[in-house]
């Protein structure tokens, strides 16, 4: 670890990768309602479930990016973080922040406060106190992260990380805004959660992945910028657009299904732009870098991302088509593709290069990671595969046939049996990473050292 002040990243990873944990069994767990409905539903009803299955989700992700950030920073800019123990705090109001929102939910407290009560829009039910809490831990993550770029060597790596996490962090500034008219409530709503994941996290994970084919293949940085900027490009003109396939139903003029139709499509493009570059620079490479689970998940990504996010995507993007699929299993099976291909694998390899740095290990258990990709990856891409299916049927019956929504779920029973032994697989994999990441193996063995102990 070149400096110090990279370690901040240790404590964000953990806490990520503990909430990655709870976000999977809590997947499995709802898995296993849809094939046993009744279960738990006095305890813990679906509906709480799945907000702490998605929500974990995301803010996993999040603690993974500003770790990611943490990390890189210093190395990009060549300085230490600002401040460090911001950088704590910060975590601190997270966590804090987070137990409150799972508290206030499993325990159905507070109902119609305004302060401290569930606020209900799918990803940003958090009550309104910490969602003040999220703002303030991004004014500090911000404020953080500038100053150090500002004072440091900037680079476009840095440059667009940041771009990305103030776009991130202002965009959720919508999140306060719940207009009582539903078709508004809807427009503001995709606001965040599509201008999130089809807009400025792209930034992040293209700032993030080019980070790691520089560590990683040894090409030169002019050329690895120039991809950057061609994708970040690509990604805003589609993206910022792309917000109109979900106009189509919701009561906004009908040219959006064209300008959604149309941009959307173009969505393909930054994800197929990813893939190739990341395939481009190994190729390219010169350096034998010996993080080779590293390297396997960042290829994953991008690969994943193209097919979950780009292929997935496109698959019910056009609005004749998206007439008829429309919140089916189609879409659940793009959702997961594309959360896990783009954003999980990224922190999963952003977190297998750095782990090893951070615990001044040499990279280690490089088997069991890789095995955790190839289970994790099969697990989701078969999941994909299982809804895809089901999704079809339903669109069918359910659609064209004009069968009742809960006649349709009956017939799709084997199907989501299939999705919840593919979910095991997927947690296994995840506890696996866990295990490989978390419990060291080989201490770098200093020339000459032999006190410390190889294994
Ligand atoms: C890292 C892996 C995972 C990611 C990124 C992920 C992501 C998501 C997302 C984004 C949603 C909301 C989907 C939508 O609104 O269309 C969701 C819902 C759900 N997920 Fe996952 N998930 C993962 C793992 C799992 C696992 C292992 C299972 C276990 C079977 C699972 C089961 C479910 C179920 C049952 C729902 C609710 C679907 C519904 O309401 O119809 N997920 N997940
Ligand atoms: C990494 C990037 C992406 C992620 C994480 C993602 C995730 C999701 C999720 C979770 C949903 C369900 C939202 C909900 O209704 O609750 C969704 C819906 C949708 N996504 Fe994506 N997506 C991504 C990229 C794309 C791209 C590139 C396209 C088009 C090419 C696309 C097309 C769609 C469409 C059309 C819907 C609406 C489905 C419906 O009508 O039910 N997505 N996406």
Redesign the pocket.
Known sequence: MKYQSQKVALAYFAVAMALFAI??LG??L??W??VSPNFLSELLPFNII?ML??NS?IVWLLLGFFGAAYFLIPEETEREIHSTKLAYLQLLILVVGTLGAVVTYVFDLFEGNFLLGKEGR?FIEQPKWVKVGIVVAALIFLYNVSMTVLKGKKTAISNILLLGLWGLALLFLFSFYNPHNLSLDKQYWWYIVHLWVEGVWELIMASILAYLMLKLTGVDREVVEKWLYVIVAAALFSGILGTGQHYYWIGTPSYWQWIGSIFSSLEVIPFFAMMAFAFVMVWKGRRDHPNKAALLWSLGCATLAFFGAGVWGFLHTLHGVNYYTHGT?I??AH??LA??GAY?SLNLAIISYAMPILRNRDPYNQVLNMASFWLMSS??AF?TFVLTFAGTIQTHLQRVNGDYFMDVQDQLELFYWM??G??VA??IG?LLFIYAVAVPRREIIEAGDASVPAE
């Open positions: 976000q999977v997947g499995l709802a898995g309602v849809y799945r299955h998605t989700l799918e299993q879409t659940a959702g997961h959360f896990f999980v697990g989701m999941m999705r919840f593919s979910g997927v947690v995840a």
